[in-house]
């Protein structure tokens, strides 16, 4: 017989995760008053940086679809924090790249999660964290090979 520890599986780990940090990110992300900024942008939002980087770029670090991408990217134009503009060496490319609003809210939010970050070393300690984040990022190209060969 298998003794499960379900404070231990996985999936609920995982979903217990994902729903108290959007909680967080709901109720503890101060969004500086920016009207109809929406949780949702802020993974698209922090990956475009304080560089500029191609709507092809951005989805493929995201996975998720250029066509999702780019209604994001429209609606973060439509709030004057993002701006686009073709690629001088290559037409076809669209680059993004934060305004001066949008680099300012970028600080404002990316301070925040650092005090968060430094709240998570607080609790597991600094290599532990460095440790699960190194683990994060495997788990995560793990599942894109996944994805690519059910692709194929």
Sequence with gaps: MINEDTN???????YLLKRLSD??????LCHENIEG?????????MSIGTTTISNSKLASN???TKQAASKVIKE???LGLVSSEKCNTDGRLMMLCLTDKGASFYEHLRG???????EYK???GAKNYETAI???????QYHEQLNKMEKV
Excluded: A, G, H
């Design 23 to 28: 909680s967080w990110f709901c109720n503890e």
């Design 62 to 64: 995201l996975s998720i």
């Design 76 to 78: 973060l134009e439509e």
């Design 37 to 45: 900024f929406n949780n949702s942008y802020i993974p698209v939002f």
């Design 8 to 14: 231990r599986t996985t999936s609920r780990l995982l």
């Design 122 to 124: 607080k609790v597991v």
């Design 134 to 140: 190194n683990v994060m990022l495997k788990l995560v």
């Design 112 to 118: 925040q999660i650092e005090v968060l970050e430094d």
